[in-house]
């Protein structure tokens, strides 16, 4: 499936992830704080666990879960205006994603009535900032959620299964994972994928920028995607296991 593809500008293979390193306990206050630094792209996690829920779930006993994300200032080749007069369409469904997609992390009925609120701050943008979001923002909510299960605060079974995240993307009608900025910005077709430990899919974004593609690029780029995210969530697991 990759072996015709033309070298990629970074000199990976057409199946090659870019390194993936996280440094937890990135900050002092935050219940669960990571830095993941995915090639050129360096994302912070926060979690912040606060006591409460919004309104419109109050008395139910379970919890919640959100996320915010943001570009900062000179993550980007230019500058990136901080967004102070509303949110951009982009930001706003990146956020969402990351919430959903977390959300199916944790068991928000053992949780409480408590809120965890990850925030997802990219100092560096190369490409794949959303899933280096979800894949480090998971780490967050393993070290945040771990202290109050090591306090018996919460059962262990409140945090579910890992979730990672890859990008895949076709280039000259040839599948290529994990892309950075510069092939992101050239790709035929770009998709994002979510899935957990467990070989299940929760989500799937995908967008043809040119021409469609048809049901045997997906299957490739869907079988490209499940090779990365097997490679990623066991980095995730070292760096959990290193924790303990």
């Known amino acids: 499936m990759t072996s015709n593809l033309l070298p990629r500008v970074d000199g ?10 996280f440094s937890p306990h990135y900050t002092q206050y935050a219940e669960g704080s990571v830095l993941i630094t995915w090639g050129g792209t360096i994302v912070l996690c926060n979690l912040t666990i606060q006591d409460g829920v919004p309104g419109w779930m109050a008395g139910q006993g379970c919890g919640w879960l959100t996320a915010e994300y943001a570009l900062l200032p000179r993550s980007t080749h230019t500058r990136t205006q901080r967004e102070v007069h509303g949110l951009k369409g982009r930001t706003q469904e990146i956020r969402r994603l990351i919430g959903r997609s977390l959300r199916m992390a944790v068991n928000l009925q053992l949780l409480g009535e408590r809120t965890l609120l990850l925030d997802c701050d990219v ?11 979800i894949t ?9 959620l771990g202290k109050l299960i090591s306090d018996n605060i919460i059962p262990a ?18 599948p290529v994972l994990d892309l950075n900025y510069q092939e992101d910005s050239q790709a035929d077709v770009d998709l994002n994928i979510v899935k957990t430990s467990e070989n299940l899919y929760v989500e799937i974004q995908g967008t043809a920028e040119h021409q469609p593609f048809n049901a045997q690029s997906l299957n490739q780029l869907l079988i490209l995607a499940d090779k990365g995210i097997e490679e990623i969530l066991s980095l995730q697991k070292k760096a959990l296991k290193t924790l303990h």
């Open 157 to 174: 079974e409140t945090l579910l299964p890992p979730i990672a995240a890859v990008s895949v993307g076709l280039i000259e009608k040839q």
């Open 12 to 21: 990976r293979r057409a199946d090659q992830l870019r390194p993936i390193s």
């Open 136 to 144: 480090g923002g998971y780490i967050a909510l393993a070290l945040g």
């Open 123 to 133: 100092i560096q943008a190369d490409g794949g900032t959303r899933a280096a979001s």
